[in-house]
């Protein structure tokens, strides 16, 4: 029998013995491998140790680099490719490995993940069903189950009845936080309609669509959340440590009580992500179990640190949460990519599963009957990956290490008179800004705070332009100043690599170019 | 001034002069690196030539070996984590890459892309926002227009206008086709609201919530927007071509207008996963525009299509819809996590809009303003990547020769007695059963086709459990037997490394493994 197809002559003619073409064979067994690897390996090496100078060029020199808009007709050679790529491309992206670099929620990757990484993507595991990873479902739910005790701490024979059952799930891996909120949102309205259906007209009656209560700084997701189910966000207003107000919260759900509307979920922030404060998730549990309602913890940043027995005691209460979000890719030091949902309860993964005639059958393994998304990759081997060779003990190093840090910074922040703290760190993160000379040392009129905002949104715009140093910055009502919104500074102090002398560089450059923008707006050099 | 931080003692006490520990080194300046990237090789290699025969383990016993429930306490070396992992995980994953696996929608991964993954990780950015990815959410938006100008064929103009807007996008990257697609209906669900407010109390109220229209063969992401968002599937029969049935789909929207129902989208699948088949695009669009409703068609399994010239007239009316879904990891062969949605009309992107104070900002480049994800990688480079190195030309020979081998499994299925072919490749899937021999070659009733489905069904369980090849198996509706559900086949012919010789090998050991069920239930030898 012939062994090959009726492909088009072009292609067919270089066709080999064992049925290959030219084509395929650089696909797929080209002999240029090693040549590939080492070209990776040093943009690899060119990005993790770039000076910290940006490319020089604004965004909108890099945008006229992309207006090409006709795809290739001829492919070209992998070597020509990544040329094109280490020309084009690769110094265009943001220094975010730079120790100097301090306001991304990212830290640089262990160097080891990239190498588990290229293992996941050849493997290709499709974790939404057993046929398709087999092992890998178990370890996946292995190594949510080993994250799931680090929250609520259950017992033993919890964990041998639920780990690899059947029938429901610990949790649910997604691709980031952001879908691990909506999915306990979901959960939580399912749940609510289970246990009180709720009238169909009621769901979006405008009086009684259903509410979800959380502070102001929850996350912009529950919005997404909210707008997707058809729900209703309502926001508390935070208290000068920037927690949840929990008198607020009574209040809320009383008048939402009153008013008939149905509160669903009451969300608590753990590491919210301007400041990194955590409310005080034991006492809203009370509030949430007194209102039977969906208590959910969004932990996404702060959830990390469960993992770590000197910081554990910031989120003490967060195994009372019915829910737990927490995203891999941030303080667990995991590729972009990684969230995770966890139920306290297995069966309240059961609340909306689903299931197709093709796939994830409902008497199966399949991991996709209890996820929102469908095909899925096996990030849960990155987990496994640092667990086994960070472990607790190193988890615990690295978050102390952070916290060190951002007290350092802390510390050199109020040591400077240029500087203003806004926000102390309880975890790695601080909010501070730059104050101009002639704010220092007096009483600041809400005028006075709006030129200072001015002054931090050019300062902020001008050091990411310049590159050699980063922070972000955000726009919040501040307490100590009558609830006034501001520009403030935010420093994220993840970075392993960061070090003191890098503190001090960024704070320095900061000076250096208020300095300028000084000189500039004055027209004479300051004193 | 003090480099170190105040470490606990014992990460302190190996710290080196440039300020790091041991510890930190180990996981970010190994020396090691090189023994590790071996390993990793080693590992793949094995993968990918493994013989196809499965590791002789049940399910349940690989089950046993991932049954630990505790966090490791202590790290251990990546050596000794990489053999634990060669030993205990490796062995059990699904045989996705042999060329005789053809029951799956992934194919083997051209071996540069977990090169060009190792890229993607090592540079960690994050397209949700300018500050996070810089030149990369120019590459993003740059691969969305190439890719766009494939479906929609605009003109320069077009592109020159939208491909870099600030305003709005072309398109945006999800985690997979899933996402994709609730992004489509909520689109679609907005669009509606806006054109005309549908009033609060409509959107759940029984008989007038919010109607998706579309075939029986609709994916089953579909039912998870729908309870997501509040609205209602009404599914429409297909006719012997497995294509939606027109009639039908006109009666459904005016039976739902004289109802008072809100049709908000018709859904055209375009590659079903089920056969591959294509509903009538150009006519669905008529009735979709005559009914004035959001027209969306799910080509997360065809829409690759749209780059081969010889192929791209099954996808024809394709342009006409308002969005599409396609998934780079299906056809594309793109690690797994690519999916993508494309607007036809760029402002179609901005009705789902939203911002975040510290981040995504209103006025940016933040391509996180468009997308359901916050946090996001730079997938959107392995696109790149093989656009480039592939090429138009390149897929139109995968595609050419995919389709080539769906009609060489055709005509063996159909040249073999022991087979029946119950849907011929329109795309490069197939739909077949075994007949044990006493229903071949006679007329088969309701009772029969039951006793044939279950034998089928203990056939692809064996199959399975050998591990020598693979289908995957539907249980579908069935026209030519009057519309009874049976349980099909189903074979997908991705796989460029599959030949005629490994279909061949596939049917025989169907045949073989037919056989030995025969022999159990008879209790003797068959003739």
Not at 417 to 431: G, S
Not at 478 to 506: E, H
Request: proline share 4%.
């Amino acid at each position: 029998m012939d062994m090959t197809f009726d492909l088009n002559a072009q292609a067919n003619k270089n066709r080999n013995t064992d049925g290959t073409t030219e084509f395929l064979r650089a696909l797929y067994r080209s002999d240029d491998n090693a040549a590939i690897r080492m070209r990776v390996d040093d943009s690899c090496d060119r990005f993790l140790n770039a000076s910290d100078a940006s490319d020089g060029n604004s965004i909108f020199d890099i945008c006229a680099k992309f207006k090409h808009f006709d795809m290739p007709r001829e492919g070209i050679s992998l070597e020509a490719y990544l040329t094109s790529l280490e020309r084009d491309v690769l110094p265009h992206c943001s220094h975010l490995a730079s120790p100097r670099y301090l306001g991304h929620m990212t830290a640089p990757i262990p160097q080891f993940l990239p190498e588990i990484g290229r293992l996941i993507q050849t493997l290709n595991q499709n974790v939404v069903k057993m046929e398709t990873s087999r092992g890998l479902t178990f370890l996946e739910r292995q190594v949510i189950g080993m994250f799931h005790r680090e929250i609520y701490r259950g017992s033993d024979v919890f964990y041998q009845r639920y780990l690899q059952t059947l029938s429901s799930t610990l949790g649910i891996f997604t691709s980031g936080g952001t879908l691990a909120n909506i999915c306990a949102v979901w959960t939580a309205l399912q749940r609510a309609q289970m246990n009180t259906p709720i009238v169909e007209s009621d769901r979006s009656a405008a009086k009684i669509r259903p509410v979800i209560i959380g502070s102001e700084l929850m996350h912009y997701s529950f919005d997404k959340a909210a707008e997707l189910l058809g729900a209703e966000l309502y926001k508390v207003p935070v208290d000068n440590q920037y927690q949840i107000n929990l008198g607020a919260v009574a209040q809320a759900i009383s008048s939402c009580e009153s008013e008939g509307r149905r509160v669903i979920c009451l969300v608590a922030v753990a590491g919210s992500t301007d400041y990194g404060s955590v409310d005080p998730l034991r006492k809203l549990s009370e509030l949430a179990k007194r209102a039977n309602v969906h208590f959910h913890v969004d932990a996404a940043w702060g959830g990390g640190l469960v993992l770590s027995e000197s910081n554990r005691y910031l989120l003490e209460g967060i195994e009372f949460a019915d829910t737990v979000t927490i995203d891999g890719h941030k303080q667990l030091m995991l590729p972009i990519g990684c969230g995770i949902l966890f139920f306290r309860d297995p069966e309240l993964s059961e609340i909306t599963m689903h299931h197709a005639p093709y796939a994830v059958r409902p008497t199966s393994f399949d991991q996709g009957r209890f996820t929102l998304e469908g095909t899925r990759p096996a990030t849960a081997l990155y987990l496994h990956a640092a667990m086994h060779v960070i472990g607790k003990t190193g988890y615990d190093v690295l978050f102390s290490d952070s916290m060190a840090r951002a007290r350092y910074m802390a510390q050199a922040i109020e040591s400077r008179p240029e500087f203003e703290l806004i926000v102390a760190p309880t975890m790695n993160l601080l909010a501070y800004r730059y104050l101009p000379e002639e704010y220092r040392n007096c009483t600041l009129s809400a005028e006075d705070n709006e030129e200072i905002s001015a002054f931090n949104v050019s300062l902020q715009k001008l050091q990411r332009q310049k590159g050699d140093s980063f922070v972000s910055r955000t726009f919040r009502p501040v307490p100590q100043y009558q609830g006034q919104s501001l520009t403030l500074l935010r420093a994220v102090l993840l970075n392993p690599l960061s070090t003191a002398a890098d503190i001090d560089f960024l704070l320095n450059d900061q000076v250096a170019i208020a300095t300028q923008i000084d000189e500039k707006e004055h027209g004479h050099a300051q004193q």
